[in-house]
């Protein structure tokens, strides 16, 4: 069955530091994959998307992720982090391909540090 | 593009009562979905429409709920005899079907509290 996993429950980063988090999915097929980013109190953001291509993905805020096919997953980075970031990020697997509904992980929170 | 509006926005309600909560997707787009999301958890689906059809539903959408969306354009999530467990961030969304990415765009959500 297909899934989503995000082993950090909780990271905290100095702002001004580069970030990577992490997601591994399980999909039998090509998947599309996707980070949103929640503020508290608010919907989801879409901050990147992949369903075919370069496996190298820029998405808004400077972020950027990529697919690795080899290892099942879609990490998601940044150079440096600013405190505006502070956030919880979700990975999602779109498995209808582009028709189909979104399994998300269980998120990452993000805090930064001054 | 005025994006998807959920109302209410909060509610707190008394165990055993009826809620329901409205989401307006965005115009053009045909699909529109439900989800929940608890504390600490990623969105879970719960149902979603194509137009005015109802094409899918979580094993998570017990009978005390129901999803409308009459006409095709906005719709109703309902949930009768409310329980403690109910309790949670109701999320929207709609997408488009033709050009489709599948990027689902999403509502800020309506906060429900059953006391």
């Known amino acids: 069955a297909q899934s989503v996993t995000q082993p950090d429950i909780h990271i905290t980063v100095s702002e001004g530091a580069s970030l990577e988090l992490r997601c591994n999915y399980s999909?039998?097929?090509?998947?599309?994959l996707f980070w949103y980013v929640q503020s508290p109190g608010q919907g989801l953001q879409l901050l990147l998307k992949?369903?075919?291509?370069?496996?190298l993905v820029q998405g808004i805020k400077g972020f950027e992720a990529e697919f690795k096919r080899s290892q099942s997953s879609f990490n998601l980075r940044k150079p440096s982090v600013h405190w505006s970031d502070a956030a919880e990020y979700f990975c999602a697997l779109n498995y209808g391909g582009s028709q189909g509904n979104l399994i998300f992980g269980k998120g990452t929170k993000l805090s930064v540090k001054p | 593009d005025t994006g998807v509006s959920q109302n209410p926005r909060h509610k707190i309600t008394k165990r055993g009562q009826n809620v329901t909560f409205r989401c307006d997707p965005i115009?053009?787009?045909?699909?529109l979905y439900w989800y929940r999301q608890t504390l600490g958890q990623g969105p879970e689906f719960l149902t979603y429409f194509q137009n005015e059809a109802q094409l899918e539903k979580s094993r998570l959408l017990s009978d005390r709920f129901s999803a409308e969306r009459p006409k095709g354009s906005f719709s109703t999530l309902e949930i009768q005899r409310t329980e403690q467990g109910d309790s949670a961030m109701y999320l929207c969304?709609?997408?488009?079907?033709?050009?489709?990415?599948?990027?689902?765009?999403f509502g800020e959500g309506s906060r429900l509290t059953v006391l």
């Open positions: 992949y369903f075919s291509g370069d496996t």
């Open positions: 969304a709609s997408s488009v079907i033709v050009g489709a990415t599948g990027e689902l765009f």
């Open positions: 115009s053009e787009h045909n699909r």
């Open positions: 999909y039998g097929a090509t998947p599309y």
